[in-house]
């Protein structure tokens, strides 16, 4: 049975973490669940420990401040890796990833694929509500990440994807160096990178109903910044995409 670890970080989200944690339980009966901190003032950590007690199976791993989603990320595929889970899942805490669709990144995984990433910009996909601005600046985000990157990927910023640990140690995932949201574009960046098979699996994204997001124009522009010095980088080096050897610096 292929054993799965859910990652979700977490800074001010006490208002979520209790129906996030039950849905995947729902979902996932049989995968354990590592809450990542990052020394939340509302207490999210300690509601999350009380789920815990109640639901077993979930791990809450309070860290001293908030250091950004990438590292907080990187924290927990380290524990992953090194308690021998055959699959790591990353999900937002903030409830705007449906835990339903977790047993289909895992699927796609045991079907052969490295990285399955719920995406909004495949067939199936949605993100309902968005304002128009909104939406035609997110896709055409990742329309130019794309192109500079030539990843194929169509949802490269998505935040709900599943991988197989073995691809997180062959891109060598420790030395990924972004911090925020750009986290996600470095990591398929480097999958492709390797030649590893990447699946869009369609999601309907959906906004918080509770709390404040997290995004900001620092986030905005780092995610710009990174792919475009990585696009411009490969195309003098004749390289098509990036490999682990090949970081950011």
């Not at 990742?142 to 599943?162: I, Q, S």
């Not at 996600?184 to 369609?202: D, K, N, S």
């Not at 906004?207 to 003098?236: C, N, P, Q, Y």
Request: with cysteine.
């Amino acid at each position: 049975m292929t054993r799965v670890l859910v990652c979700t970080p977490t800074y001010i989200e006490a208002t979520n973490i209790s129906e996030l944690l039950h849905r995947v339980r729902e979902a996932l009966p049989e995968a354990d669940v590592l809450v990542l901190d990052d020394n939340s003032p509302d207490g999210t950590a300690d509601v999350a420990e009380g789920v815990a007690a109640e639901l077993g199976q979930i791990e809450v791993l309070r860290r001293p401040n908030k250091r950004g989603l990438g590292d907080a990320y990187r924290a927990g595929f380290a524990v992953g890796i090194a308690r021998g889970y055959d699959v790591i899942v990353q999900i937002d805490a903030d409830l705007s990833h449906d835990p339903a669709v977790l047993p289909d990144l895992v699927a796609a995984l045991e079907n052969g694929a490295d990285l399955a990433i719920g995406s909004r910009y495949v067939p199936g996909g949605s993100i309902p509500y968005w304002p128009w601005r909104r939406r035609a600046l997110s896709r055409y985000g990742n329309l130019y990440a794309g192109f500079m990157l030539r990843t194929n990927v169509k949802d490269g910023t998505a935040g709900y994807r599943a991988f197989k640990t073995d691809t997180l140690k062959a891109v060598d995932y420790a030395t990924t160096r972004a911090k925020g949201y750009g986290f996600q574009m470095e990591l398929a960046y480097r999958v492709a990178g390797t030649g590893g098979q990447i699946v869009e699996v369609p999601i309907t994204f959906t906004d918080r109903v509770r709390g404040t997001s997290k995004m900001s124009m620092a986030v905005m522009v780092e995610e710009m910044t990174l792919i475009s010095w990585w696009g411009i980088r490969d195309r003098f080096r004749g390289s098509r995409t990036g490999s682990p050897s090949k970081s950011p610096r």
